[in-house]
């Protein structure tokens, strides 16, 4: 296969910026200064690699700190660990949580939220996997998502202590925007459309 000669970039600059890993940001540089159809397909090829190991965090997971604007205190957020599941791909997460609880309350208040999830098995790690996701809060009607309340049942055990109490919801996941770090400096920002692709 032959290339052209490679032919300068001059803005590339805001692109790179972009850029999250330092290897990303170098591939960046590379591939905008000198065309290069190789860096092309390493940067998609890790960036696939990446969204890969993510999925894989959020499907592997269940246990989240769920971060909810504060309905008492305008403008601060307020911090809560949750448990979640996921639907096959691991494209949009549920809650099941109770009208009582405080992040409900700010939920039917301020739908934005994110949930941060990470490698539960390697928390002393200072290397350890973690992932937040930004995201908007929808109550689903109850008698519609009695399959996903079965399906948290089946996930987590302990949700047939309460999986018949009426103030018990599922509420759906919107991701807008994903961050995951992956491991020490290795960190990228997924746009929805990626993570949904």
Not at 73 to 80: I, L, T, V
Not at 129 to 156: D, G, H, M, N, W
Request: charged share 15%; with cysteine; net charge positive.
């Amino acid at each position: 296969m032959v290339y052209q000669t490679p032919k300068p970039v001059k803005n590339y600059k805001n692109l790179v910026k972009h850029g999250t890993t330092k290897l990303t940001q170098q591939l960046y540089v590379l591939f905008f200064v000198y065309n290069s159809p190789e860096l092309s397909y390493m940067m998609s090829n890790k960036q696939a690699q990446l969204i890969q190991q993510a999925r894989q965090l959020v499907a592997c997971g269940n246990m989240a700190v769920l971060s909810t604007l504060s309905s008492t205190m305008p403008g601060y957020p307020f911090g809560s660990t949750v448990q979640y599941i996921c639907d096959d791909n691991a494209y949009t997460p549920f809650l099941f949580i109770s009208d009582l609880a405080q992040h409900t309350k700010n939920l039917r208040r301020h739908a934005k939220l994110s949930l941060t999830v990470f490698d539960e098995h390697n928390i002393n790690s200072p290397e350890i996997s973690r992932l937040t996701l930004l995201a908007t809060a929808k109550q689903l009607p109850r008698p519609s998502s009695q399959y996903l309340i079965q399906q948290f049942v089946e996930r987590i055990p302990e949700a047939h202590n309460y999986a018949n109490l009426l103030d018990f919801n599922i509420w759906q996941l919107k991701i807008e925007r994903v961050r995951f770090i992956a491991g020490f400096g290795d960190i990228v920002w997924f746009e929805q459309p990626q993570w949904c692709a």
